[in-house]
């Protein structure tokens, strides 16, 4: 009598074995995708914090550039804008209370917001300076801002220096 055709298939170990692999392929691809996630959103914090520290210092300079007058302390800088007709007259910037703040006072009004550190961004300053650059009979030649900014765990340093050109015309 012949003996029986036997048909192919997988055994039970060797079902085992497939899905023992599959699971390790699939538990390496979910650690990949994991640390990719976690970097994407570490490096979307380092840029809100790029972004929001360069716009700040790009005015920042701009301001003193076009200054008639800066002065300014560890802490507070004040800028006295050329008479353009537009009635602004002055503009602070103050770190205080871990805040940034804004001052504007046109026509004699001030007015005053808060730039950075208010929570609401999710970027903290641990560390602001304004220092002058001054020649030596006292005249203001530049001033370089210093601001440390923090967000989650990445702490960022950033500096800006601009010179007072007092050439405006209006």
């Known amino acids: 009598m012949p003996s029986p055709k036997k048909t192919p ?4 170990a060797e079902a085992i074995l497939a899905l023992a692999i599959l699971a390790m392929l699939l538990a390496a691809v979910a650690v990949a995708v994991h640390a990719s996630m976690q970097s994407y959103t570490e490096n979307e914090r380092i840029a809100s914090v790029t972004q929001a520290s360069r716009v700040i210092l790009s005015r920042m300079m701009a301001e003193v550039r076009s200054a008639a007058d800066v002065n300014s302390t560890d802490t507070l800088l004040t800028i006295t804008t050329a008479d353009d007709g537009s009635g602004l007259e002055q503009i ?6 871990g805040k940034l703040h804004y001052r504007r006072t046109v026509n004699g009004v001030q007015s005053d917001h808060v730039l950075l550190g208010d ?3 999710g970027i903290v300053i641990s560390a602001c300076s304004f220092v002058p650059e001054d020649s030596d009979d006292g005249v203001p030649l530049s001033r370089k801002v210093r601001l ?13 220096s601009a010179a007072i050109r007092r050439n405006q015309e209006y």
């Open 9 to 12: 298939a997988f055994t039970l």
């Open 92 to 97: 602070q910037y103050e770190y205080t209370g």
């Open 119 to 121: 929570g609401a961004d």
């Open 148 to 160: 440390v900014l923090v967000r989650g765990t990445a702490s960022f340093a950033v500096t800006a």
